[in-house]
T-cell receptor, first 110, second 112 residues
């Protein structure tokens, strides 16, 4: 039981490049989330998916798109990366009363 | 969800009880108090939650005042591995699929 996994662990992009962050969970959870964490700050919700086939915006969705590919996988796409998107990105899924977080992807946009 | 207020940092000696306070004076009757922690740069980890009764699990105890306007997370015998940022979150709903709003939390440092 791996829990929540994220790939890649680290990524450096140039401004304007695109990339997709991958997330998968093996706990059969319905809800999944993408958060970002800037230095010295708490996590902020980007997008979430309450179930397969549905997605909704969170607090900071601009510049991102998401896809809930199936129940296990929830990906986050940056179409045209900007330096303001330099951050650590965490994926999470919901159990009955708690969220389980992945190890994070550290993204730097130069 | 109600706003929560936590001290920015605290120290605690190894082996002693760490008591982390949280104010949530505007909490409503159906909002739970949740605690998560984030060790170094890892993903946050759930610790405990409660509505109005005190709660205890293998990680910690949660004491909620009778008026529910504040709470205290207690780590009974702090170890160096408990050094982390601790987040107190008021959440309207028992279910785990609520969207979490993280503040800046309390940075707890365990001193050897």
């Amino acid at each position: 039981n791996a829990g929540v996994t994220q790939t890649p662990k680290f990524q450096v992009l140039k401004t304007g490049q695109s990339m997709t962050l991958q997330c998968a969970q093996d706990m059969n959870h319905n809800s999944m989330y993408w958060y970002r964490q800037d230095p010295g700050m708490g996590l902020r919700l980007i997008y979430y998916s309450a179930s397969e086939g549905t997605t909704d915006k969170g607090e900071v969705p601009n510049g991102y798109n998401v896809s809930r590919l199936n129940k296990r996988e929830f990906s986050l796409r940056l179409e045209s990366a900007a330096p303001s998107q330099t951050s650590v990105y965490f994926c999470a899924s919901s159990g009955p009363y708690e969220q389980y977080f992945g190890p994070g992807t550290r993204l730097t946009v130069t | 969800d109600a706003k929560t207020t936590q001290p920015p940092s605290m120290d605690c000696a190894e082996g002693r009880a760490a008591n982390l306070p949280c104010n949530h004076s505007t909490i409503s009757g159906n909002e739970y108090v949740y605690w998560y922690r984030q060790i170094h740069s890892q993903g946050p980890q759930y610790i405990i939650h409660g509505l109005k009764n005190n709660e205890t699990n293998e990680m910690a105890s949660l004491i909620i005042t009778e008026d529910r306007k504040s709470s205290t997370l207690i780590l009974p015998h702090a170890t160096l591995r408990d050094t982390a940022v601790y987040y107190c979150i008021a959440l309207g709903g028992y279910f785990g699929n609520e969207k979490l709003t993280f503040g800046t939390g309390t940075r707890l440092t365990i001193i050897p």
